[in-house]
């Protein structure tokens, strides 16, 4: 009874994780919300609900231990995939480019704090590679299952201060770091089968 309650707790958590990131990309590519519309959570909620009772049908089945490897071999890629699309965005100053002229002579006070951050970002080349390989390392160790969980760990870490600087500074993301921080966490969980 107890395994099959980790096991129900597991596929429960990585169809959560799923589930989150696909609602943002299907309504801004269909009708323009923002990343952190009252809508989108909405929809989060309401994929959150279907994972419920998808996982609660897996939890089901005979082969449960095959499915959550499957699972987390998904998230894994799917982190990886964005961890290095951002880290890459950061090498080529892409993400945090130079600040434009009317940005610069804005005064301070004037500034959003997203904007402000933003600005502050783009005017350090050492900064942003650093953060780049922060990102691109882990990105990598995703990628090869020997090395999945070191780089989970130091995903986590760097993604819990992404997640926290787009709170702090009301970046327009914060579901979506909160989908990538839940992601790396997950995968740092050992299997509930081991």
Same mark, same amino acid.
């Given at each position: ?5 980790? $096991? ?9 994780? @799923?589930?989150? #990131?696909? #609602?943002?990309? @299907? ?26 009772? /998808? ?6 089945? =005979? $082969? ?20 290095? =699309?951002?880290? /890459? ?11 434009? #002229? ?22 350090? =080349? ?39 600087? $787009? ?28």
């Amino acid at each position: 009874m107890n395994s099959l309650i980790k $096991n129900t707790v597991g596929i429960w958590l990585a169809l959560v994780i @799923l589930t989150l #990131p696909f #609602p943002y990309y @299907l309504i801004s590519l269909s009708s323009g919300v923002s990343s952190d519309s009252e809508l989108l959570y909405w929809t989060s909620l309401f994929a959150l609900l279907i994972a419920v009772i /998808i996982s609660f049908i897996i939890s089901k089945l =005979k $082969n449960e231990f095959k499915t959550e490897t499957i699972l987390r071999a998904f998230i894994a890629y799917s982190l990886s995939f964005f961890l290095l =699309k951002y880290g /890459i965005d950061k090498l080529l100053l892409q993400q945090f480019y130079t600040p434009k #002229p009317n940005t610069l002579f804005t005064p301070v006070g004037q500034l959003s704090k997203d904007i402000l951050f933003w600005t502050s970002m783009g005017t350090s =080349k050492t900064y942003n590679w650093f953060m780049a390989m922060l990102e691109i390392i882990p990105g990598l160790l995703l990628l090869h299952s020997k090395t999945r969980e070191l780089g989970a760990l130091i995903a986590s870490g760097v993604l819990l201060n992404v997640f926290m600087i $787009n709170l702090g500074f009301d970046v327009s993301v914060k579901l979506f770091s909160f989908y990538l921080l839940a992601s790396s966490i997950y995968l740092i969980q050992p299997f509930t089968m081991k």
